[in-house]
Nanobody, 117 residues
Framework: QVQLVESGGGLVQPGGSLGLSCVASGFSFKDYAMSWHRQAPGKERELVASISSGTGRSTTYRDTVRGRFTISRDNAKNTLFLQMNSLKPEDTAVYYC?????????WGQGAYVTVSS
């Protein structure tokens, strides 16, 4: 059974930090490119950051988070991470992890992140 389980969401003040984790099971994690996406209320889901399969040598970030967010992976633990620093209210959203290999896509259930004072 394929599962992607996100954790680490919550409420944080502007300027604060939060770390998300996504634990994968039921498929060969190291072979999949992984990414984080988010969906704010009333808006479409958008790509936040991505990391290549294997060693994760290649990463990409959307402009609004570059320099503040860091995506990483630990293949030994089948886990994807997103470290978020200098958070802003506009980062408030449900964050989803996604696994991609050829035409096969898996999504997690989402983790709520609220940035508010």
């Amino acid at each position: 059974q394929v599962q992607l389980v996100e954790s680490g969401g919550g409420l944080v003040q502007p300027g604060g930090s939060l770390g998300l984790s996504c634990v994968a099971s039921g498929f060969s994690f190291k072979d999949y490119a992984m990414s984080w996406h988010r969906q704010a209320p009333g808006k479409e889901r958008e790509l936040v950051a991505s990391i290549s399969s294997g060693t994760g040598r290649s990463t990409t970030y959307r402009d609004t988070v570059r320099g503040r967010f860091t995506i990483s992976r630990d293949n030994a633990k089948n886990t994807l991470f997103l470290q978020m620093n200098s958070l802003k209210p506009e980062d408030t959203a449900v964050y989803y992890c996604k696994a991609l290999w050829e035409s096969t896509i898996y999504w997690g259930q989402g983790a709520y992140v609220t940035v508010s004072s």
